[in-house]
């Protein structure tokens, strides 16, 4: 006799992660990953804001008692940085914890969600979950063409993704057009944006979308503390939507789903401006010294807004395997349907130099094609 699982568990597949850092030590039997740098899961070259360090290790000594399952400061000071009220976020262990919210709120068999084919791979890997289909809408220029996901919703459709900047092409949609998809979208699909990277642009640059959460019954915007903010490590990103819908999202939610230092770090994050502001900056230079030198070696790649950069490199596994060999991870691209490419998060000015220089050997070595 054996256990007898759900028949469609078996299935699903794998989201691949960026490798951890001491995993790729121990594969290569160093006693210390000092030297490897990742540059593999966009997290913040940086770090934490100082202040949200000092939060952390203040809340410490009271890790004994169990957190603010409603997050209520939390949500009290996004709600004031939002000018919405608090019962319209929700707060959870990583914006990918309310992904799975709203799989569970809005997915059954027979359903499916619409987004674009090489949009963030999440939102393809939960449908199955719900047995209901993930609709993939092809990009263009590797953009998500919004008409073409328009013309994808049936009947069935109860959710639409938007990556807004986009992972893994680091391509961005202008206001114009997310106001022209809102005026055409049916109210009975839910729209959920989901900004992970929208703190890096200016804030000039950043679309609105919390007017549609403003003015429309069915738009969710997903945000989180794993990137500008730089806390990753954490797990605690949130939800804004209508009250309505955000108390559905809370019938799913565990009570204490975000932990109580989370809690704590992502309010002091909250209120250092000047840390993204750094941050920002640095990854704009960044990205400017890495576009050059792409250019320099010949190699084509995807301009991007993100702290992210697609990089075609001929056989995208090889090259990150033999970027491994040399301590450095990147992101391989197969999963995605682009297999000549890598994605690389942009780093510090020191990690940046070296992986230019070691991309350099792997093209005289014939190992980066062009
Ligand atoms: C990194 C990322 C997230 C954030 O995930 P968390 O669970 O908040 O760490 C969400 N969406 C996209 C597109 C991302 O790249």
Request: net charge negative; charged share 20%.
């Amino acid at each position: 006799m054996s256990t007898i699982p759900n028949m469609w568990i078996k299935n699903l597949a794998f989201y691949e992660p960026g490798r951890p850092i001491d995993e790729l030590a121990r594969e290569l039997g160093l006693s210390s990953a000092d030297e490897i740098i990742k540059l593999a899961s966009n997290e913040n070259a940086l770090g934490p804001s100082p202040k949200a360090v000092d939060a952390m290790q203040r809340a410490a000594s009271n890790m004994h008692i169990y957190p603010d399952g409603g997050s209520f400061y939390l949500r009290l000071a996004l709600a004031q940085k939002y000018h919405v009220d608090m019962d319209q976020i929700i707060v959870g262990n990583g914006s990918n914890e309310i992904i799975e919210f709203l799989a569970h709120v809005y997915l059954q068999p027979g359903s499916n969600l619409v987004m674009a084919d090489k949009a963030f791979i999440v939102y393809k890997l939960i449908a199955p979950a719900y047995q209901a289909e993930a609709i993939t809408v092809p990009m263009v220029d590797l953009t998500h063409d919004l008409d073409a996901m328009l013309a994808a919703i049936t009947p069935q459709t109860r959710m639409v993704f938007i990556a807004n900047p986009n992972n893994p092409t680091g391509t961005m949609l202008s206001q114009d057009a997310l106001d022209a998809f809102m005026d055409q979208v049916p109210a009975s699909v839910a729209v959920v944006f989901d900004e992970a990277y929208i703190e890096l642009l200016p804030p000039d640059r950043q679309p609105d979308t919390m007017a549609y959460v403003k003015s429309r019954p069915n738009v969710y915007v997903l945000r989180t503390f794993s990137k500008a903010y730089g806390l990753a490590g954490l797990r605690v990103g949130y939800g804004i939507s209508t009250a309505e819908n955000i108390q559905l999202l809370n019938r799913v939610r565990q009570p204490f789903n975000v932990n109580a230092m989370a809690q704590e770090a992502a309010m002091a994050a909250l209120e250092d401006d000047e840390h993204v502001e750094i941050i920002r900056k640095l990854v704009i230079d960044g990205l400017a010294f890495l576009q050059n030198a792409f250019e320099e070696m010949g190699l084509e790649y995807v301009p991007s807004v993100a702290n992210f950069i697609l990089v075609k490199v001929g056989r995208g596994r090889k090259v990150f395997d033999a970027l491994q060999q040399r301590l450095i991870i990147v992101r391989p691209m197969d999963g995605y349907g682009l297999p000549e490419y890598v994605r690389i998060t942009v780093g510090t000015a020191d990690q940046n130099r070296r992986l230019v220089l070691v991309m350099k050997q792997l093209i005289e070595e014939g190992i980066i094609e062009k």
